[in-house]
T-cell receptor, first 114, second 114 residues
Framework: AQSVSQHNHHVILSEAASLELGCNYS??????LFWYVQYPGQHLQLLLK??????LVKGIKGFEAEFIKSKFSFNLRKPSVQWSDTAEYFC????????????FGSGTRLQVQP | GAGVSQSPSNKVTEKGKDVELRCDPI?????LYWYRQRLGQGLEFLIY????????KSGLPSDRFSAERTGESVSTLTIQRTQQEDSAVYLC????????????FGNGTRLTVT
């Protein structure tokens, strides 16, 4: 069965610091990869997604993620975080197993200090 | 436009009671998902609907859990004889047809079983 690992459970950064959140998945076939974000008091929303093509994908609010197939990774990055990026970030995968539902990681809570 | 709506937003119930959680998806979204998020954990898939049928119920944790969907719209998740371990946030998401369509989440129902 597919699984997703997010090793950073809680990250604290100062504003303007660079961010990289790790995401690894456990499936060797074709995958669709997603990052979702949940801001305080809001619902989960899509940050970015990868289906095929350029392995470096750009999302909203200056976020990007790189799909490295050989490492089964899809790490999220942002060069300079802002206080408003404080949120919980979830990596998710959908593999070509015929199962439609996304498998989510356990999430990373990001706290950006002003 | 209107997003995914879930009700109630909070539910406190006594152990052994039955509860019903409701989800109103975005109009036109034929796919509907239920997930559960326990405190400090990731999203746990429960069930997926395509139209009114549920081709994937593999995430339902026990026969105390059931869900239905009518009119390719509203879905109800029912938990019978609730247990304390059922305490969690129950999230509903909907999407357009197609495995690459992003999920749109509701704000969830926070269930507390005392």
């Amino acid at each position: 069965a597919q699984s997703v690992s997010q090793h950073n459970h809680h990250v604290i950064l100062s504003e303007a610091a660079s961010l990289e959140l790790g995401c690894n998945y456990s499936y060797g076939g074709t995958v669709n990869l997603f990052w979702y974000v949940q801001y305080p008091g809001q619902h989960l929303q899509l940050l970015l997604k990868y289906f095929s093509g350029d392995p470096l994908v750009k999302g909203i609010k200056g976020f990007e993620a790189e799909f490295i197939k050989s490492k089964f990774s899809f790490n999220l990055r942002k060069p300079s975080v802002q206080w408003s990026d404080t949120a919980e970030y979830f990596c998710a995968v959908n593999a070509d197993t015929g199962r439609r539902a996304l498998t989510f990681g356990s999430g990373t809570r990001l706290q950006v200090q002003p | 436009g209107a997003g995914v709506s879930q009700s109630p937003s909070n539910k406190v119930t006594e152990k052994g009671k039955d509860v019903e959680l409701r989800c109103d998806p975005i109009s036109g979204h034929t796919a509907l998902y239920w997930y559960r998020q326990r405190l400090g954990q990731g999203l746990e898939f429960l069930i997926y609907f395509q139209g009114n049928s549920a081709p994937d119920k593999s995430g339902l944790p026990s026969d105390r859990f059931s869900a239905e969907r009518t009119g390719e719209s509203v879905s109800t998740l029912t938990i019978q004889r609730t247990q304390q371990e059922d305490s969690a946030v129950y999230l509903c998401a909907s999407s357009l047809p197609g495995s690459n369509s992003p999920l749109h989440f509701g704000n969830g129902t926070r269930l507390t079983v005392t």
